[in-house]
C-alpha cells in the first residue's frame, strides 16, 4: 500500500493537479555572476597586451597587464561604497521617524539595520582583500597610477549623482519578484501576513457576518447588553509571546467562562463546522463585573511552535507578531465597513506580570473614558 504521506510529496505526480513542490534556490546567480567577472578579466588582459606591447620590455609585460586589468577596481569599488552610503543614510532619515514603534528607542540598532550591508562578514574580507591589494600596486607603481586614481575618483563623484538619481526617479533600485522571494524564504519574514489573512478570512469573517444579530436573539445575554454590562464586540487577544494557553480562565485568576453565544454554522468542503464565540466574566477585587466576548487568536500559537522547528530568536517572533497585529488591524479596517465597531485587537505581552483581566479592564476604562463608543483602534496595551 502507498503511504498516504506519498499522495502529497509526489512532485512527479500529475493526476491529482497539484503543483510540483519547488526546491530552494541554489547559487547559480552568484556562479554565473563570478564567471563573467573573470571573463572580463581576461578580455582586459588579452586587450591590454595587444595595444603597444612593442614599447614594454619583456619584464613589464605581466605587470603592464595586471596593472591595467585591475587599476579600475578602486574607483569601482570605491563608487559602490559611497553609493550604498548615500542610500543608507537616505533609509536612516526615514528610519529614525519610527524609533519607538519599531526599535523601542535603541538607536544603535536602527543604525546597525540601515547599515547592515557594511556589517557582514563578506564585506570585511573584501575590504581587507581591496586595502591589501592597493597597498601592493602603489609600492609597485608610477605616478601615473596615483595621477590616474585620484582622477578616476573625483570623476566619479558625478556619476555616483546620477545613479542616485536615476536609481530612485525610474526605481531601478526595486528588488524583482525572484528577489523577494528569494529573501522571503530565506529569512521566513512573511509568516505574519499569511496568518493575518488566515485568521481574519478562516474566523473573523465568519463570526462577524451577522454578529450583532447573534448576540442580541440570544436570550442569556440580551439583559447584560441591555444594562450595558457586555458589549457587542468581539475581542481579539494577541500577546506578544505569541504563547496561547489552553483555557483563559486557568491562567487569568478573576477571568470565569459563563457560556458561548449561538454557535455559527458554515459549510466548508462539504462538511457543516462549528464555530463557538465564548462569553467570560471578569470581576477584579470589589470592582463590579461586566463581561465581554473574546478569544485568544489561536493561530499566533504557530510564532511560538516554530521555535521548536527552525531557529526563530524571540525578537524575529515578536517583530513577526507585532507585523502580524499590524497586518490583521489593516485587513478589519480596510474590509469591515459593515462590522465597524464589532472586533478590537487586545494587545498584552503575555507574561504573569501582565495579566490578561488589567489588558480587559484598561479597555473598558479607555472606553467608558471616551463616552462608551467602541472603535475600531489597536490596543496598546503591551
Not at 23 to 45: D, F, Q, S, T
Not at 98 to 104: A, K, M, Q, V
Not at 148 to 160: D, E, K, P, R, W
Not at 298 to 312: H, R, V
Request: proline share 3%; aromatic share 12%; with cysteine.
Amino acid at each position: 500500500m502507498v503511504p498516504i504521506t506519498a499522495l502529497f510529496i509526489n512532485r512527479n505526480s500529475s493526476s491529482s493537479g497539484f503543483r510540483e513542490i519547488p526546491k530552494r534556490r541554489g547559487k547559480a546567480n552568484e556562479n554565473a555572476a563570478i564567471i563573467v567577472g573573470i571573463l572580463c578579466m581576461i578580455y582586459l588582459c588579452v586587450v591590454r597586451m595587444t595595444i603597444k606591447v612593442e614599447t614594454l620590455g619583456e619584464g613589464d609585460i605581466f605587470f603592464h597587464c595586471m596593472y591595467n586589468s585591475v587599476s579600475a577596481l578602486p574607483v569601482i569599488l570605491f563608487g559602490a561604497i559611497i553609493t550604498k552610503c548615500f542610500f543608507c543614510s537616505f533609509v536612516l532619515i526615514e528610519e529614525q521617524n519610527h524609533t519607538e514603534s519599531r526599535y523601542d528607542g535603541d538607536k544603535r540598532l536602527l543604525f546597525k539595520n540601515c547599515f547592515q550591508v557594511f556589517l557582514t562578514r563578506n564585506f570585511v574580507l573584501g575590504l581587507v582583500f581591496f586595502v591589501v591589494f592597493v597597498i601592493l600596486v602603489i609600492s609597485t607603481g608610477t605616478d601615473s597610477f596615483y595621477k590616474f586614481f585620484v582622477t578616476s575618483c573625483l570623476n566619479s563623484i558625478t556619476a555616483i549623482g546620477v545613479s542616485i538619481v536615476t536609481n530612485y526617479i525610474f526605481d531601478f533600485k526595486t528588488l524583482s519578484v525572484v528577489e523577494l522571494s528569494e529573501i522571503h524564504e530565506s529569512s521566513n519574514i512573511n509568516v505574519a501576513e499569511g496568518l493575518a489573512w488566515s485568521y481574519f478570512t478562516g474566523y473573523l469573517t465568519i463570526i462577524l457576518e451577522d454578529f450583532e444579530g447573534t448576540v442580541e436573539n440570544d436570550v442569556r445575554w440580551k439583559q447584560e447588553l441591555k444594562n450595558k454590562t457586555l458589549k457587542c464586540v468581539f475581542y481579539a487577544i494577541v500577546p506578544l509571546n505569541c504563547k496561547v494557553p489552553d483555557l483563559i480562565e486557568d491562567e487569568n485568576e478573576g477571568i470565569t467562562r459563563v457560556g458561548e453565544l449561538q454557535p455559527v454554522l458554515k459549510k466548508r468542503a462539504g462538511m457543516k463546522r462549528e464555530y463557538t464565540i465564548p462569553v467570560y466574566k471578569i470581576e477584579k477585587n470589589n470592582e463590579p463585573p461586566f463581561f465581554v466576548i473574546c478569544g485568544y487568536v489561536t493561530i499566533i500559537d504557530t510564532l511560538f511552535e516554530m521555535t521548536n522547528f527552525i531557529k526563530l530568536e524571540q525578537k524575529k517572533r515578536e517583530e513577526q507578531c507585532l507585523l502580524f497585529i499590524r497586518t490583521l488591524q489593516e485587513l478589519i479596517d480596510d474590509n469591515c465597513e459593515k462590522w465597524k465597531g464589532k472586533c478590537e485587537i487586545v494587545t498584552l505581552s503575555g507574561e504573569k506580570n501582565d495579566p490578561l483581566i488589567d489588558a480587559l479592564y484598561k479597555k473598558r476604562d479607555k472606553e467608558n473614558n471616551e463616552g462608551g463608543e467602541t472603535r475600531l483602534s489597536m490596543s496598546t496595551d503591551v
